[in-house]
């Protein structure tokens, strides 16, 4: 299984709400990242998990609040956040953190983002 | 800081030609080289994984060279099909603070078009 699945796919809120976006992956993988993609550009990354311990954060607003409860899962919480806001937020998961060298990224299918 | 360029922005030719698409970056200090294919508003498809120690590696109809003394990857598509449309991004990998993972930095693709 060389998966990496992202719920919801779509998720459209509102400035006040508050709400999660969930991924998960079983190949034992211990190191997890959250990226944004705009439009038209380039993913950017957000977040680096390392064996469950944050260890980047790329002065990410603190609307944004990663959490991971175990090995298998990354989740992104959001609150208040902006229209501009708005983007494809991908996570995917790499074997090895400490051995960078020799290991691909793997990336879910996103969820879509909209705040009115 | 990393930035890494992609020449051509798009690419639009008919099928059954050979294609090369480019890549630079500017700090050769690297891990590794990721290239991805994305179709629209769709994630990150892993195409083929250059380690800084190698020059290039092979999948199917794609070709990878690495140079990283020049800051220079190349992807090579052999015999253009209808359904290799898609952008093409190429991301590099760096040692983050504490020896452990980063993330990708990627550059901002190249949009190409195969013509039936």
């Known amino acids: 299984d060389t998966e990496v699945t992202q719920t919801p796919k779509h998720l459209v809120m509102g400035m006040t709400n508050k709400k999660s976006l969930k991924c998960e992956q079983h190949?034992?993988?211990?190191?997890m990242y959250w990226y944004k993609q705009k439009a038209k550009k380039p993913p950017e990354l957000m977040f680096v998990?390392?064996?469950?311990?944050?260890?980047i954060n790329e002065s990410v607003p603190s609307r944004f609040s990663p959490e991971c409860p175990n090995s298998s899962l990354l989740n992104l919480h959001l609150h208040a956040l902006q229209p501009e806001d708005s983007a494809l937020y991908l996570c995917?998961?790499?074997?090895?953190?400490?051995?960078?060298?020799?290991?691909?990224?793997?990336f879910g299918p996103g969820t879509r983002l909209t705040v009115l | 800081k990393q930035e890494v360029t992609q020449i051509p922005a798009a690419l639009s030719v008919p099928e059954g030609e050979n294609l090369v698409l480019n890549c630079s970056f500017t700090d050769s200090a690297i891990y590794n080289l990721q290239w991805f294919r994305q179709d629209p508003g769709k994630g990150l498809t892993s195409l083929l994984l250059?380690?800084?120690?190698?020059r290039e590696q092979t999948s199917g109809r794609l070709n990878a060279s690495l140079d990283k003394s020049s800051g220079r990857s190349t992807l090579y598509i052999a015999a253009s099909q209808p359904g290799d449309s898609a952008t093409y991004l190429c991301?590099?990998?760096?040692?983050?603070?504490?020896?452990?993972?980063?993330?990708?930095?990627f550059g901002k693709g190249t949009h190409l078009i195969i013509q039936p």
């Open positions: 998990y390392s064996y469950e311990k944050l260890s």
């Open positions: 190949m034992g993988h211990r190191a």
């Open positions: 250059i380690q800084s120690s190698q």
């Open positions: 991301a590099v990998r760096q040692r983050g603070s504490g020896g452990g993972a980063d993330g990708l930095t």
């Open positions: 995917a998961s790499s074997q090895d953190p400490f051995a960078s060298n020799r290991y691909e990224q793997f």
